[in-house]
């Protein structure tokens, strides 16, 4: 059954802690991944993309890497303007999308 | 650009009335999906439109159908809602030419009483 597994649920981090969020997957055929970013009360905005193992992004505090079989989104010295509810989705075959359930990230001042 | 536009923002219905949710994109993609996001479910995707004319189920279907009204306007309908069908709804448009970088609206939320 294709899935994609986000951990942990909820981080919280004091200002400057760096750290890291997972996506794990077993979608085959994977197309793409993408990571999304979701304040409360609004729609996902988009961060990456990646598609090939090996792959990495990177905007401002933000870097994404790509494995096989998983995902992360690291985290260098956040602020608290980062704090959000961080998804992650994959393309299988086609146009269909799995989404993960999502990072709950607080950054405490 | 407006992006994703999505009305209405906020419905209250009774169980079995019907609704059409609008969504409108600006940006000349070609594809575009309607996704349902539940507490501790994820988005999960409901139809999607890879273009103009075409319009395919995704994970959970049920009780919903789509018009592809153009290019621009992709619509869901609701002919008889029930209370399982609260939730947000999300609206999210893609190129579509190998590059399927999603960009969503800012939601509908639903409740059905």
């Known amino acids: 059954e294709d899935q994609v597994t986000q951990s942990p649920e909820a981080l919280r981090l004091q200002e400057g802690e760096s750290s890291s969020l997972n996506c794990s997957y077993t979608v085959s055929g994977l197309r793409g991944l993408f990571w999304y970013r979701q304040d409360p009360g609004k729609g996902p905005e988009f961060l990456f993309t990646l598609y090939s193992a090996g792959e990495e992004k990177e905007k401002e505090r933000l870097k994404a890497t790509l494995t096989k079989k998983e995902s992360f989104l690291h985290i260098t010295a956040p602020k608290p303007e980062d704090s959000a509810t961080y998804l992650c989705?994959?393309?299988?075959?086609?146009?269909?999308?799995?989404f993960g359930t999502g990072t709950s990230l607080t950054v405490i001042p | 650009n407006a992006g994703v536009t999505q009305t209405p923002k906020f419905q209250v219905l009774k169980t079995g009335q019907s609704m059409t949710l609008q969504c409108a994109q600006d940006m000349n993609h070609n594809s575009m999906y309607w996704y349902r996001q539940d507490p501790g479910m994820g988005l999960r995707l409901i139809y999607y439109s890879a273009s103009e004319g075409t319009t395919d189920k995704g994970e959970v279907p049920n009780g919903y159908n789509v018009s592809r009204l153009n290019k621009r306007e992709f619509s869901l309908r609701l002919e008889s809602a029930a209370p399982s069908q609260t939730s947000v709804y999300f609206c999210?448009?893609?190129?579509?030419?190998?590059?399927?970088?999603?960009?969503f609206g800012p939601g509908t939320r639903l409740l059905v009483l």
């Open positions: 999210a448009s893609s190129a579509g030419t190998h590059q399927e970088t999603q960009y």
């Open positions: 989705a994959v393309q299988g075959p086609g146009n269909q999308f799995y």
